[in-house]
């Protein structure tokens, strides 16, 4: 086994905190601050008034902000982008924030006080509490809502079609019938047992551990979760029935997620990253091992799949990012180095990455744009992914994240808008700018990061 502990429960490790939190709201309500981003002739810039800024032109702030400056030369490349700022902060008292789940104009989060809550346009909306177990993961999966729990179960739920304010559940999986079928008939129920060498019966449809992670297929029509008990399981959407169970790890799984190709990305706290084929045979779905794309000492924590560039991301106990490109045959691609602590979450949208870490902060790395027209690539050039922004404000480790398009990008610019949710109790919402230049840092604090600029060959 390796490093389960700090796979595992990253409340067991020990921390940084900052000494000094937004202030205490009341219990019923959120804490929510704006920066106002809008020019004020005769003014200080709003954004000398956030709390943290990953990266703007010092000529932006009074004062610059003095542990990061960009390495972009400002009279060769114009200025075409907007700061990446901290746009607001929300905060309750009632338990760390595990989950998190955007669409369109609605934001869900999940915590370990068993409540799901729905926000639009940064204000509550609605909110549903399942019977047991911290919420784990949020999937969306067309009407219906999908969440894990630390009780192994994973409950589903609709928006009542008479309120859009009401959230009902409609089913717990496995589902009842399914205990039925497999106490009558297992043999049948649970053929492919017999045919996949990785699946294991002994733990059957249902995962006797916490669930870590959910996950869509490409084609949403399966949904994928992954335990501590070691497996994965296949479900599907239309009927809730569990198609396939398997052992996919010596250890607990921390990720899932349905890649390209037809194939899935696990990874465990065991140290490997496997990669799983899917065939559809007949009225069949199975999974069979292709290959291990790593295998280190310490925990893999997260994964990542940029579909457009067929990458795959994988974030580990140690602070590193690994990556692999299917146009270079799987082979890995390089490090991205830069936390100083657990990576626990990874996202991929657009040319960015986000990785967050138990360390507090959240990296932006940006790759190489592939045929941009122009002759040079946008990640820095080279074939190499540069760190675009560093984003902090968080009192503990960033344990989730979700991204999505900012509608209100200016012509030409593809910005982001990131959610972020911490065992700090808080959720924080960022805008970030894919034009923004690389940088580098010249501060001797040791969660300001390196001293140099943070590449990675491909």
């Known amino acids: 086994m390796h490093n389960k502990a ?29 920066v106002d981003v809008s020019p004020s002739v ?3 810039s709003p954004l000398s008034k956030s709390p943290w800024i990953a990266h703007v032109d010092p000529t932006d702030l009074e004062p610059p902000h003095s542990g990061i400056k960009s390495t972009a030369s400002h009279t060769r490349e114009p200025k075409n982008y907007s700061p990446n700022i901290l746009m607001g902060s929300l905060f309750r008292e009632e338990g760390h924030i595990y989950s998190l789940a955007t669409s369109g104009d609605l934001l869900y989060t999940g915590s370990d006080s068993k409540n799901i809550r729905v926000w639009k346009n940064q204000t509550e909306f609605s909110s549903f509490k399942s019977n047991s177990g911290l919420v784990k993961a949020i999937v969306l999966a067309g009407d ?26 409609i089913g717990t999986m496995p589902v009842f019938r399914d205990y039925i079928r497999n106490s009558i008939t297992p043999s049948s129920y649970f053929s492919f047992m017999r045919k996949n060498p990785t699946s294991t019966s002994a733990q059957g449809f249902r995962h006797v551990d916490a669930i870590s992670c959910l996950t869509l297929s490409e084609d949403k029509k399966l949904l994928y979760s992954g335990s501590w008990d070691q497996t994965f399981k296949v479900w599907r959407i239309s009927d809730l029935r569990c198609l396939e169970s398997v052992k996919a790890h010596d250890d607990a799984v921390n990720a899932v997620v349905s890649g390209f190709d037809g194939l899935v990305f696990s990874g465990s706290a065991d140290g490997t990253v496997k990669v799983w084929r899917r065939e559809d045979q007949a009225k069949e779905t199975k999974h069979f091992f292709s290959e291990t794309l790593l295998k280190q000492d310490c925990a893999v924590t997260a994964i990542a799949v940029d ?6 991301y994988c974030g580990s106990s140690d602070g590193t990012v690994n990556f692999w490109e299917r146009d270079n045959n799987m082979k890995n691609g390089g490090v991205l180095r830069g936390h100083k602590l657990a990576v626990l979450c990874l996202v991929a949208a657009g040319s960015l990455l ?3 870490s138990a360390d507090l ?16 690539d946008l990640g820095g050039g080279g074939g190499e992914h540069v760190c675009i922004a560093v984003l902090k404000g968080h009192a503990g480790p960033v344990k989730c994240m979700a991204v999505e398009r900012d509608q209100e990008s200016v012509s030409g610019e593809k910005r982001w808008i990131v959610y972020s949710g911490s065992l700090d109790r808080s959720v924080k919402m960022w805008r970030v700018s894919e ?21 990675a060959p491909s």
Do not use: C
Request: hydrophobic residues 25%.
């Open 144 to 169: 219906k809502i999908f969440t894990g729990h630390q009780d192994g179960k994973i409950r589903v739920w609709k928006v009542s079609s008479k309120d859009s304010n009401i959230f009902r559940r």
């Open 361 to 376: 902060g959240i990296r932006v790395w940006r790759r190489p744009e592939r045929g941009d027209g122009r002759g040079e």
């Open 435 to 455: 034009s923004s230049p690389p940088i580098e840092y010249q501060s001797s604090d040791p969660f300001d990061g390196p001293t140099e600029l943070m590449v």
């Open 6 to 34: 700090s796979s595992r429960d990253t409340n067991s490790q020990n921390f940084p905190k900052h000494q000094t939190v937004e202030t205490d709201p009341d219990p019923d309500i959120y804490d929510i601050t704006y």
């Open 42 to 44: 005769g003014s200080t």
């Open 354 to 356: 986000f990785s967050g």
């Open 307 to 312: 579909q457009s560039a067929t990458l795959v």
